[in-house]
């Protein structure tokens, strides 16, 4: 029992960052998807820091495939884990969330790999 409370102590005490690489960890080794307002609500105990007015969860928007079409399907797919289909639908439907509410380094390093490929990307 002891053993719980301590994992539970270190849960409490992850900061965003840390939150949002377990996200990461569970969702693409294990299969995991953890709700979006857990990963939210976890947040805020980690840190109090003067930083509120900072942004730092991000959106990583898809504005268009441009001209790789196929590229960018592809690396969508890759990025998202979805399947073939789904990440066409999300490609066609553009403008749409590739992945929400990730880190600002996480984000810029998605945008970059997305513009690569020939996609027209925005961070919100």
Not at 42 to 57: L, V
Not at 83 to 94: C, Q, S
Not at 101 to 117: F, P, T
């Amino acid at each position: 029992m002891a053993d719980l409370k301590d994992f539970a102590e270190q849960l409490v005490n992850l900061s965003v960052k840390e939150v949002n690489e377990l996200a990461t960890i569970l969702k693409d080794e294990y299969g995991i998807e953890p709700a979006a307002a857990a990963v939210a609500m976890a947040g805020p105990a980690g840190g109090g820091d003067d930083a509120a007015d900072e942004q730092t969860e991000f959106d990583v928007i898809l504005k268009a495939a441009g001209g790789s079409k196929l590229a960018v399907v592809k690396l969508v797919k890759e990025l998202t884990g979805l399947g073939l289909k789904e990440a066409k639908g999300l490609v066609d439907e553009a403008p749409k969330p590739v992945k929400e509410g990730v880190s600002k380094d996480e984000a810029e390093a998605l945008k970059a790999q997305l513009e690569e490929a020939g996609a027209e990307v925005e961070l919100k």
